[in-house]
């Protein structure tokens, strides 16, 4: 089995309209594909032997992970299966990596805190005045989150034409066709839908008040956009949060700079898994150029289009000091629940191991451009021989 099966697990068990949301990107998805292609086209290098002892662990900001491969932040992970962020938090802590919640998630980041005991990283969208995101970050700090995560990519939201299609915009408003969506697909409209926990914005509740039905709390995430935001905005979140901060959806070397001299601690190389500016490169296909750029002591993850434990091994191999999972464990999720989480997870620990073996390179830390066939003289322009 791979990620692959899972999606395809996914896709017969959520309706059309659930199933596009998890999968779909923006516009005519040029970018979703890329992320995929750039990394189908790089090739490893087989090495002989010296493989013998893969150890994946890997130390990011202190903390030491059982493989480089985190969670990333993902919103609504309630409407695949009840209690999603859960069952994805507690699989993450099962297989010792890395989770991250996001401040769109179903389940608030006090109960994840209190249900998981584990490394965590919160993910703050730069939403509303100063005080909406000054409040996430304090409950972030007393619940524990280790890190944050600030998404920089999204001050506007991209056009998802399939959810436009479906009229699907951060909630599901029943139709016609979504009635007969939900009748066709009864595992999930029994355990989602009609399973009495459908999912809310938990975190933002405090915000509207515990009453706030799912429509207001979903127009509320619509009305919180705010595309003045700032790098000096960035600076003010620095300040209120101690611990280590790092800005997603930097695909361009100097926004990475600037990330930097706004403070921040690591970036993540990430164009929202396609779902934001159509159009943008592969996040691969630029990597090697921001990890160049970047000093030492600064952190740089990457996401997207990560299917297979040789992408992970790819990214690294070209700088990245880790790699963060969007839909991948989510593919796992929607296909069966907890269980579907843990198979992803073995699944791309079991293939990372494997492709460590055959490139005959033990530890994830060790990883260069050695590693990536033809790579090293294509992307530094060093002549051949
Ligand atoms: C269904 C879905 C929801 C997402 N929600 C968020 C979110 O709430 N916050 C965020 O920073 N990124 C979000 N992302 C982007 C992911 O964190 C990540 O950048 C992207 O999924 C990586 O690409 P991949 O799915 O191909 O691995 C979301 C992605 C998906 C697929």
Redesign the pocket.
């Known amino acids: 089995m791979n990620i692959d099966d899972l999606r395809r697990l996914a896709r017969a068990r959520l309706p059309r309209v659930v199933f596009d ?4 990107g923006a516009e005519d998805e040029t970018t ?1 594909r890329a ?2 292609q750039a990394l189908d086209d790089l090739r490893l290098t087989p090495r002989l032997l010296g493989g013998g002892h893969v150890d994946l662990s890997t130390e990011i900001f202190g903390q030491r992970y059982a493989a480089p491969f985190l969670i ?6 309630g409407i695949y299966w009840p209690d999603g962020d859960l069952h994805i938090a507690a699989a993450a802590a099962e297989a010792g990596i890395g989770f ?1 919640l ?4 179903n389940t608030s980041m006090e109960t994840i805190a209190e249900r998981v005991a584990a490394p965590r990283w919160f ?1 703050l ?1 730069p939403w509303g005045k100063p005080d909406f995101s000054q409040a996430l970050i304090e409950r972030a700090e007393v619940a524990g989150y280790s890190a944050l ?1 600030l ?1 920089l ?2 001050l506007v939201g991209g056009k998802r034409e399939r959810d436009l299609r479906h009229g699907f915009s951060h909630e599901i408003r029943m139709s016609a066709q979504v009635v007969l969506d939900g009748l066709l697909h009864p595992r999930w409209l029994a355990s989602v839908w009609l399973g009495g926990k459908r999912p809310r914005f938990e975190n933002l509740e405090r915000f509207l008040g515990k009453g706030a039905s799912n429509a207001e709390l979903a127009d509320f995430t619509r009305s919180q956009r705010n595309p003045q935001f700032s790098w000096d905005d960035v600076r003010r979140i620095r300040k209120q949060w101690s611990g280590p901060l790092l800005i ?2 930097i695909i361009c070397p100097e926004d990475a700079r600037l990330a930097r001299q706004a403070g921040a601690d690591g970036i ?1 190389v ?6 934001q500016l159509d159009g943008a490169p592969a ?1 691969v296909s630029v990597l090697e150029r921001i990890a160049d750029q970047l000093e030492d002591g600064a952190t740089l993850l990457l ?5 297979r434990g040789s992408d992970v091994v790819k990214a690294m191999a070209l700088g990245a000091h880790g790699v ?5 464990p ?1 593919y796992g999720l929607a296909a069966g629940g907890r269980e579907g989480v843990d198979r992803a997870l073995a699944i791309l620990a079991d293939e990372m191991e494997r492709t460590m073996i055959l490139i005959g390179c033990e530890r994830p830390r060790e990883l260069g451009r050695q590693h990536l066939a033809g790579v090293e003289r294509a992307l530094s322009g060093k002549a051949l021989g």
């Open positions: 949301y998890l999968d779909g979703l992320n995929r990333g932040p993902t919103g609504l992970n991250t996001s401040t769109a998630s993910q969208y995560i998404t990519d999204s997603k959806g993540v990430s164009n929202h898994g396609g779902r996040t996401d997207g289009g990560i299917r963060l999972l969007g839909r991948a989510l």
